[in-house]
């Protein structure tokens, strides 16, 4: 606990955000590549990885109840929300990269596939969204009781911290586990965060660049409050008329960021604001949907790698969280992130393979939520993708029979990424001009502040 000089005791930061969540795991995974270390467990231990592994091999009836009661014990009591400050999450976001010169900063939407650019030009990336889990023991497919739960809660948070806005999510599909016991509330900050702004100050490089990530995916939602909304449901295999269409969902009156991706439009103009005032450099890479950004940044990825000699024969499919941008450099393997196991990302896969250059062998990883929700895609789906375009499948470290309940994957994967063949040559950093350059030539929108 973290004790103010008033005596009111603040939630360690640590203990605030979800460590299972796409924001937390992607910064978690940056860091790591920018300390030049393998991401195994999801940043946990090597104990972590053995007991997921073990537990792994348990009956699913009995690892149901343990899979969601182990994601449920980061649920925050709802009593404690005032006592959320998300500065000092920022500023522990901030504090995790190593203390050097930076030639960009990253700022902005969470994405795998830019996560793993961001280790090739090893620099860091800082989250907009991040996710405050909070206990909650409703029906999961009541999503109108969810809501009125976050409207009874809410308030002290939103008061404590003014410069966010919360997207309060619930997805009874794809998080079903989940639902049933915590809420998701995912906070985006409408202004820079003061930590970021030091960090900028500080770790940015003489000339180097202000990166904004905007994804513009948006969601109908119901709004509680001047910085509060409700979204029933969230990306994957599912669109919004799938949950909007179900008993018991709440009537959308507009459309806001998606909770887990889109970009707040204010923190975009904060940023842009701060630079100009200050006279940073600034950027943006601006796309639709999380998906969209994973063909060109395996472009540019490949065309790195080509360049010093290497045979760029080898795909990787890291899938949300399950990935290692490290390794991934290390073997000189191509990545291809998809969002989730879903039939969007199937075919966004599909529709790459089409067009690259044929690989000899592609690793699919793929993230398990323990639910055989709509539009999920499945192991036997992905290889035979995979061997339509003439490349070996593998899939390293899952068990395909027991998909999408093998949660051990977890605990295995950081093995495969350790057993891939290692690079054939010597590499230095991505520069970050090469970088954009090579994301606005395959087509991203990369656009620079006048």
Not at 195 to 222: C, K, M, N, Q
Not at 309 to 319: K, S, Y
């Amino acid at each position: 606990m973290i004790c103010q000089a008033d005596g009111v005791s603040d939630l360690d930061p640590t203990d605030v955000v979800a460590s299972f969540d796409s924001a937390s795991a992607l910064h978690a995974a940056t860091v790591a590549a920018l300390e030049g270390q393998p991401f195994r467990h999801l940043g946990s231990s090597s104990l972590a990885g053995h007991a997921v592994r073990a537990a792994g091999r348990l009956p699913w009836a009995m690892l149901r109840g343990i899979y969601s009661r182990i994601g449920a014990s980061e649920g925050i009591n709802p009593r404690r929300l005032g006592d959320v400050d998300l500065s000092a999450v920022a500023g522990a976001f901030a504090e995790r990269y190593p203390k050097r010169r930076y030639p960009a900063v990253l700022l902005g939407s969470s994405n795998g596939a830019l996560t793993h650019l961001a280790a090739a030009m090893q620099v860091p990336w800082l989250p907009d969204t991040v996710l405050v889990p909070v206990a909650y023991g409703g029906d999961p497919d009541r999503p109108d009781q969810a809501m009125d739960f976050g409207r009874s809660v809410a308030p002290p948070l939103l008061e404590r911290n003014p410069d966010v806005v919360l997207h309060h999510m619930h997805d009874q599909l794809q998080d079903v586990l989940m639902a049933q016991r915590m809420s998701y509330f995912r906070v985006k900050w409408s202004r820079l965060p003061k930590a970021y702004a030091a960090f900028v100050e500080e770790r940015l490089a003489p000339d180097g660049t202000v990166i904004v990530v905007r994804d513009h995916s948006s969601w109908p939602v119901t709004r509680l409050g001047p910085r509060h909304v409700f979204q029933d449901g969230g990306r994957g295999g599912t669109p919004p008329e799938g949950f909007l269409t179900l008993p018991h969902a709440p009537a959308p009156n507009e459309e806001a960021p998606e909770a887990e991706w889109g970009l707040d439009p204010s923190f975009r103009e904060d940023v842009q604001n701060w630079c100009a005032q200050r006279g940073y450099r600034y950027t943006e890479i601006d796309y639709e949907g999380p998906q969209a950004p994973a063909a060109a940044v395996a472009t540019v990825m490949r065309n790195w790698y080509r360049a010093r000699g290497e045979p760029t024969n080898r795909l990787v499919v890291p899938c949300f969280v399950l990935g290692d941008p490290w390794q991934t450099i290390c073997a000189a393997a191509v990545p291809f992130w998809i969002l989730f196991a879903v039939q969007p990302a199937l075919h966004s896969l599909d529709a790459y393979l089409s067009e690259a250059e044929p690989y000899e062998d592609v690793n699919v990883f793929l993230f398990e939520h323990g639910a055989d929700s709509p539009g999920i895609a499945t192991p036997e789906q992905f290889g035979a993708v995979v061997r339509r375009h003439g490349a070996a499948v593998h899939f390293d470290g899952l068990d395909k029979e027991r998909f999408p309940h093998d949660i051990g994957t977890l605990g295995r994967y950081g093995k495969a990424f350790d057993q891939l063949p290692r690079a054939e040559q010597p590499w230095s950093v991505l520069s970050v001009e090469e970088a954009l350059r090579g994301l606005a030539a395959a087509g991203l929108s990369v656009s620079s502040a006048p």
